[in-house]
C-alpha cells in the first residue's frame, strides 16, 4: 500500500513563495522518478517538474527560474520550492511517483492561490 500526502499548499501575495511538501510511505521500492503536476480549474493537468531517481530535473517553461524540485531520500519526501509566484500558477498541485513498472501513485493534492 502507498500513501502521498501532500502539504504547504495556501494563500500568497503575487510575487511570494510557498514550500510544497509530498510525504511517502508503504511500498516505496524501484521508483523511476517523482513529480509535481497542477491542474487549474477547466485546464488539463500538467506537468510542473519532475526529478528522476538519478537527481536530473525537468520544469515547464513556466515555471524555469521559479520553482525547484529537490528531494529528501531518507525523509521519503519530495519537495517543490516555489518563488516569484503569479495568479497564473493557482492551481491544486499534485505529486505522484512512478515505479520502474510504470505504475503511478498519486497524492490528494493541496491548493495554491495567488491573489492579493
Known amino acids: 500500500q502507498v500513501q502521498l500526502v501532500e502539504s504547504g499548499g495556501g494563500l500568497v501575495q503575487p510575487g511570494g513563495s510557498l514550500r510544497l511538501s509530498c510525504a511517502a510511505s508503504?511500498?516505496?521500492?524501484?521508483?523511476?522518478?517523482w513529480g509535481w503536476y497542477r491542474q487549474a480549474p477547466g485546464k488539463q493537468r500538467e506537468l510542473v517538474a519532475h526529478?528522476?531517481?538519478?537527481?536530473?530535473?525537468i520544469y515547464a517553461d513556466s515555471v524555469k527560474g521559479r520553482f525547484t524540485i529537490s528531494r529528501d531520500n531518507a525523509k521519503n519526501t519530495v519537495y517543490l520550492q516555489m518563488n516569484s509566484l503569479q495568479p497564473e500558477d493557482t492551481a491544486g498541485y499534485y505529486c505522484?511517483?512512478?515505479?520502474?513498472?510504470?505504475?503511478?501513485?498519486w497524492g490528494q493534492g493541496t491548493q495554491v492561490t495567488v491573489s492579493s
Open positions: 526529478i528522476t531517481n538519478g537527481g536530473s530535473t
Open positions: 508503504g511500498s516505496i521500492f524501484n521508483i523511476s522518478g
Open positions: 505522484n511517483f512512478v515505479k520502474i513498472t510504470g505504475r503511478t501513485y
